[in-house]
């Protein structure tokens, strides 16, 4: 079956670095997207990238999708501490890409 | 988008008991899903909530121990029926508007404590 696996589980870095994580993912897809959770409450959507994009930028984020290697990063530029959060990469199981399967989670902590 | 009110917001309930967690939207959505998000894990997908018929489970998920409704395009009732401390979780609410989207919308999510 899909499924989305981040790395690394767990990043602390100081404001003003870089924060990039890793998705891998096993079957082919339709589309990724990433979220992220502020502890434990809902997800809200950062971005999507569809299988025929190799990259995506939104504000700060910059997403890039390898299919060949079945794989996503997403890298957050410039980091404050109010990106401290968990982020999940989700890939599609249907046709429509509307069923998803949630990796384990990247856990970034960004400090003053 | 959609805007999702997910009640209630937490709960400590005795094992044994049930416990239903609802969700509403402010407008019609054509997808609704419930999650379950164990202590420092991932979301798992419990079931789809269909409208006017039964909710598609995953498997691994009952109908008995999570009863669903979905009686119009705006409401969903999720049940977690005779709780044992292993059912402690974050339970979500997730819709997708429309079927040419696929950008989810989260409720805040019910964190239940089962004792």
């Known amino acids: 079956s899909q499924q989305g696996e981040e790395d690394p589980q767990a990043l602390s870095i100081q404001e003003g670095e870089n924060a990039t994580m890793n998705c891998s993912y096993k079957?082919?897809?339709?589309?990724l997207q990433w979220y992220r959770q502020n502890s434990g409450r809902g997800l809200v959507h950062l971005i999507l990238?569809?299988?025929?994009?190799r990259e995506k930028h939104s504000g700060r984020l910059r997403v890039t999708l390898d299919t060949s290697k079945k794989s996503s990063s997403l890298l957050i530029t410039a980091s404050r501490a109010a990106d401290t959060a968990s982020y999940f990469c989700?890939?599609?199981?249907?046709?429509?890409?509307?069923?998803?399967?949630f990796g384990p989670g990247t856990r970034l902590s960004v400090l003053p | 988008s959609a805007v999702i009110s997910q009640k209630p917001s937490r709960d400590i309930c005795q094992r044994g008991t049930s416990l239903t967690i609802q969700c509403q939207v402010d407008?019609?959505?054509?997808?609704m899903f419930w999650y379950r998000q164990q202590p420092g894990q991932s979301l798992t997908l419990i079931a789809t909530?269909?409208?006017?018929?039964?909710?598609?489970?995953e498997s691994g998920f009952v109908i008995d121990k999570f009863p669903i409704s979905r009686p119009n395009l705006t409401f969903s009732t999720l049940t977690v029926s005779n709780m044992s401390p292993e059912d402690s979780s974050i339970y979500l609410c997730?819709?997708?508007?429309?079927?040419?989207?696929?950008?989810?919308?989260f409720g805040q999510g019910t964190r239940l404590t089962v004792v």
């Open positions: 997730s819709v997708i508007p429309g079927m040419g989207n696929t950008e989810a919308f």
């Open positions: 079957t082919s897809i339709n589309n």
């Open positions: 990238i569809r299988s025929n994009e």
């Open positions: 989700a890939t599609g199981r249907d046709n429509y890409g509307q069923n998803f399967v």
């Open positions: 407008s019609q959505v054509t997808m």
């Open positions: 909530a269909n409208q006017g018929s039964e909710a598609t489970y």
